[in-house]
């Protein structure tokens, strides 16, 4: 089976991208809200955040056929999106795909 390494490389980064707007979300923007009275901060790392959220799920529904990932890794990522922490450990998988 061939893979498409350039495409699986792009789903990682996108990872670490949503991983890192994710912790920016909650140790960034939520004490910004609730202990310094600046709600904007959420309002748009929020945004940004759910913007990179919708794109990795897409990315990992589209990346099906293209790569291809089996139905477990794409379901797997997607439960890794909603997690904390969850992208950076998929895409410790992603990268044991792509070595292989």
């Known amino acids: 089976m061939k893979i498409n390494r350039t495409y699986l490389i792009l789903l990682m980064w996108a990872g670490i991208i949503e991983g890192i707007s994710t912790l920016a979300l909650f140790f960034v923007a939520m004490p910004l809200k609730y202990m310094y009275d600046q709600p904007m901060a959420v309002t748009y790392v929020g945004m940004i955040h759910g913007f990179l959220f919708i794109g ?29 922490f969850g992208p950076f450990i998929v895409d410790v998988k992603l990268y044991k795909l792509l070595r292989s």
């Open 56 to 84: 990795l799920i897409a990315l990992f529904v589209i990346g099906k056929s293209i790569v291809p990932l089996s139905t477990k890794m794409v379901v797997g990522g997607i439960i890794g999106a909603v997690l904390p």
